[in-house]
């Protein structure tokens, strides 16, 4: 059974004294998990610390991005092989506010992905339209055009063991959730597409959602198993409202396996 993968993309929020008052807390939930697994994603300067931390846990470490090269003369930036070295598991590509913030186009994205997965990481691949390309009835061509940016630079195998995320980017931090009936026909509409080049590798990609997810809004999230995960922005950093999140995915989960 693949596990309902829940990542806290702290943002660029956090200090230890956050850590130091959280981690335990949100410890004891993860041993109480049969459903869902845990990743944290912290900015860069914390992830050895939370490493250490959660050490004999099961909850996993994210990056929130990484560069295209290797080493060498490239101030400021953070390889791949760092992140291994510093024991994280995923790597966020292509989040919007990269993509909106810091000019990250659709093939540096791909250059990303394929790194990433070539260098033995997990790529969560976010995908998702503005609120301007949602009117035009733009979302799939949106979300095929950067699956099909990666297939331009490697193959569909590419895709084997990654994560796809859709955030609609008007969803982000908006307070807005997508609808599931529109989230389950982007999802389809991609496992369709990617069923087409390869009839092996769906079952081994991961789709999850983000964009405003709460406490009060997930219930019909898991009316039928459409989606393995949330990227979960906001609520992560509030402990109380995420520890009551993550309570209630696990019901709603268990309770779903039940019926
Ligand atoms: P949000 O962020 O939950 O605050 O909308 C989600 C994300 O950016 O991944």
């Given at each position: 059974?693949?596990?309902?993968?829940?990542?806290?993309?702290?943002?660029?929020?956090?200090?230890?004294?956050?850590?130091?008052?959280?981690?335990?807390?949100?410890?004891?939930?993860?041993?109480?998990?049969?459903?869902?697994?845990?990743?944290?994603?912290?900015?860069?300067?914390?992830?050895?610390?939370?490493?250490?931390?959660?050490?004999?846990?099961?909850?996993?470490?994210?990056?929130?991005?990484?560069?295209?090269?290797?080493?060498?003369?490239?101030?400021?930036?953070?390889?791949?092989?760092?992140?291994?070295?510093?024991?994280?598991?995923?790597?966020?590509?292509?989040?919007?506010?990269?993509?909106?913030?810091?000019?990250?186009?659709?093939?540096?994205?791909?250059?990303?992905?394929?790194?990433?997965?070539?260098?033995?990481?997990?790529?969560?691949?976010?995908i998702?339209?503005?609120?301007?390309q949602?009117?035009?009835?733009?979302?799939?061509?949106?979300?095929?055009?950067?699956?099909?940016?990666?297939?331009?630079?490697?193959?569909?195998?590419?895709?084997?063991?990654?994560?796809?995320?859709?955030?609609?980017?008007?969803?982000?931090?908006?307070?807005?959730?997508?609808d599931?009936?529109?989230?389950?026909?982007?999802?389809?509409?991609?496992?369709?597409?990617?069923?087409?080049?390869?009839?092996?590798?769906?079952?081994?990609?991961?789709?999850?959602?983000?964009?405003?997810?709460?406490?009060f809004?997930?219930?019909?999230?898991?009316?039928?198993?459409?989606i393995?995960?949330?990227?979960?922005?906001?609520?992560?950093?509030?402990?109380?409202?995420f520890?009551?999140?993550?309570?209630?995915?696990?019901?709603?989960?268990?309770?779903?396996?039940?019926?």
């Amino acid at each position: 059974m693949k596990k309902f993968l829940i990542i806290a993309n702290w943002k660029l929020n956090g200090s230890y004294n956050f850590i130091d008052k959280n981690l335990n807390i949100i410890k004891k939930i993860n041993n109480s998990l049969n459903y869902c697994q845990l990743s944290i994603s912290p900015p860069y300067v914390y992830l050895n610390y939370i490493n250490n931390l959660i050490k004999n846990t099961s909850i996993s470490l994210t990056a929130q991005n990484v560069d295209i090269h290797l080493k060498g003369s490239f101030t400021g930036e953070i390889s791949v092989n760092m992140l291994k070295d510093i024991g994280v598991k995923y790597v966020i590509i292509g989040h919007s506010e990269r993509r909106i913030y810091h000019n990250e186009d659709i093939d540096l994205i791909s250059k990303k992905f394929v790194l990433v997965k070539k260098y033995g990481l997990i790529p969560i691949l976010c995908i998702g339209e503005t609120a301007e390309q949602k009117k035009n009835k733009l979302t799939e061509k949106i979300c095929i055009n950067q699956i099909n940016s990666i297939l331009k630079i490697s193959n569909i195998k590419i895709f084997n063991n990654t994560i796809i995320a859709y955030e609609p980017i008007w969803a982000i931090g908006s307070g807005k959730i997508a609808d599931i009936n529109e989230v389950k026909k982007i999802i389809l509409f991609i496992k369709k597409y990617i069923f087409s080049l390869n009839k092996e590798i769906i079952k081994n990609i991961y789709f999850q959602y983000g964009g405003s997810v709460n406490f009060f809004n997930i219930n019909h999230f898991f009316t039928k198993k459409y989606i393995n995960g949330f990227l979960i922005g906001k609520v992560s950093l509030t402990i109380k409202d995420f520890v009551l999140l993550i309570e209630k995915i696990e019901k709603s989960l268990y309770l779903l396996n039940r019926s």
